[in-house]
């Protein structure tokens, strides 16, 4: 594993500019996250989650503000570095998979070990443990068309977790699963996540999956509250 890191992020902000007016989504968002730490992100619908998760994740960079990934600046970094950064660090499960459709199981949780540096053999076997891992041992050589939207589910889950990353972002990742799929996924991830070490951000609608993590921020007003009673705020 890359190693744990605290996550620390600083007057944080994010601003929009569309045809001629200005919409700022994060105000000046402040937030400590500590290495292993499992969080949920509830808030009403454009509240600003998914911005969140994308400046956290490093697929934008913010307006104002910095990230702190242990005692590295993260938007001190070239586009370049950020790449790197990324793929080493952090994994990231989606509510749509985006799965690569011409290519089986084992090759898309492979993919990011093998952009990493890892040689083919080292991505195939670590690949291959994670597919067994969340029940698609079977399933290696069969491609997202072939699997049902769990399991794709599951593919995706696996990739996220291949470089052993410190930092896993999930956005809505049950979002398009019936309850008892979406209440088998989100099993997994928490196992998987107490297994690997890693600190997990999920962003979700679903008032029960918020409930089941040790905490959940409200995000209100473009900065995040703990949130001990969440009803209705999802």
């Known amino acids: 594993m890359s190693g744990g890191f605290d996550v620390r992020i600083e007057s944080l902000s994010k601003t929009f500019h569309k045809g001629g007016q200005e919409l700022r989504v994060l105000r000046d968002l402040d937030l400590s996250l500590t290495a292993g730490e499992k969080v949920a992100v509830v808030g ?74 890892a040689s083919i053999g080292q991505a195939r076997d670590r690949a291959a443990h994670l597919l067994t891992r969340v029940g698609l041992g079977k399933r290696l050589s069969h491609r997202p068309g072939e699997l049902s939207g769990g399991e794709q589910q599951r593919v995706a889950l696996a990739r996220a977790l291949v470089r052993k990353p410190s930092l896993v972002l999930a956005d809505e990742p049950t979002g398009n699963l019936d309850p008892d799929t979406a209440g088998g996924i989100f099993d997994m991830l928490m196992e998987l996540n107490a297994e690997e070490g890693t600190t997990l951000v999920v962003v979700t609608h679903s008032l029960d999956l918020a409930r089941r993590f040790p905490r959940c921020l409200r995000l209100e007003a473009g900065r995040f509250v703990d949130s001990p009673d969440i009803e209705g705020q999802a």
């Open 44 to 117: 009403q619908s454009g509240s600003g989650k998914s911005t969140f998760l994308h400046l956290l994740g490093t697929l934008d960079r913010p307006s104002m503000g910095q990230i702190w990934f242990g005692d590295r600046r993260v938007f001190s970094r070239s586009d370049a570095e950020l790449d790197a950064l990324r793929n080493k660090e952090i994994g990231f499960v989606f509510q749509f998979h985006h799965l690569l459709p011409d290519h089986d199981a084992l090759g898309n949780v492979m993919l990011p070990a093998l952009i990493g540096g």
